[in-house]
């Protein structure tokens, strides 16, 4: 059983390689979708099917949308370059593209902190520009969130 691969990963002590992590986040992922599918084995009564269908469906795209970028820029800082033969390089260009067609772009708004915060590995992709585009647009957006906590939190 899935549930029972994701339990050992979770427990176990081993150290996951830097380079590895990326792909580990993705098998746990999968797993959890997975593990998801059990929902239409028929034992569910529909209400319950859809309800735990959006919130699960929800909290992956939550998860995904915080975290695809950090995931990326963790493995072209491993390897110093973006390796643009992978699976993982080439979806998230398909996603930064769709995101352009689809005109999906955080604004950056030049927002306090936002430069502050630069991360040296996006300059890895600068010769990506949509992809650059994208993730630093995710990053600025991330920073503007955190500053608003920190700001709202303080009050």
Same mark, same amino acid.
């Not at 993705?26 to 959006?54: E, H, K, M």
């Not at 975290?67 to 998230?92: C, H, N, R």
């Given at each position: 059983?899935?549930? =029972?691969?994701?339990? @050992?990963? &979770?427990?176990?002590?081993?150290?996951?390689?830097?380079?590895?992590?990326? @792909?580990?986040?993705?098998?746990? %992922?999968?797993?959890?979708?997975?593990?998801?599918?059990?929902?239409? =084995?028929?034992? !569910?009564?529909?209400?319950?099917?859809?309800?735990? &269908?959006? $919130?699960? %469906?929800?909290?992956?795209? %939550?998860?995904?949308?915080? !975290?695809?970028?950090?995931? &990326?820029?963790?493995? %072209?800082?491993?390897?110093? $370059?973006?390796?643009?033969?992978?699976? !993982?390089?080439?979806?998230?260009?398909?996603?930064?593209? @769709?995101?352009?067609?689809?005109?999906?772009?955080?604004?950056?708004?030049?927002?306090?902190?936002?430069?502050? =915060?630069?991360?040296?590995?996006?300059?890895?992709?600068?010769?990506?520009?949509?992809?650059?585009?994208?993730?630093?647009?995710?990053?600025?957006?991330?920073?503007?969130? @955190?500053?608003?906590?920190?700001?709202?939190?303080?009050?």
């Amino acid at each position: 059983m899935h549930g =029972n691969r994701l339990s @050992r990963f &979770l427990q176990s002590s081993s150290i996951i390689n830097e380079l590895l992590a990326p @792909r580990e986040h993705g098998i746990a %992922v999968i797993t959890c979708l997975l593990s998801g599918l059990q929902v239409f =084995n028929g034992d !569910f009564n529909s209400q319950t099917r859809l309800t735990r &269908l959006i $919130k699960g %469906v929800h909290g992956l795209h %939550v998860y995904a949308t915080e !975290f695809w970028t950090e995931y &990326l820029l963790s493995e %072209v800082a491993a390897t110093g $370059k973006p390796d643009i033969s992978s699976q !993982f390089f080439s979806m998230a260009l398909l996603l930064a593209n @769709r995101l352009d067609e689809a005109a999906v772009t955080i604004a950056s708004t030049g927002c306090i902190g936002a430069s502050d =915060n630069r991360d040296d590995r996006l300059q890895l992709l600068l010769e990506h520009k949509v992809l650059y585009k994208h993730i630093k647009a995710a990053m600025e957006s991330r920073s503007r969130k @955190r500053l608003e906590m920190e700001l709202l939190s303080g009050q």
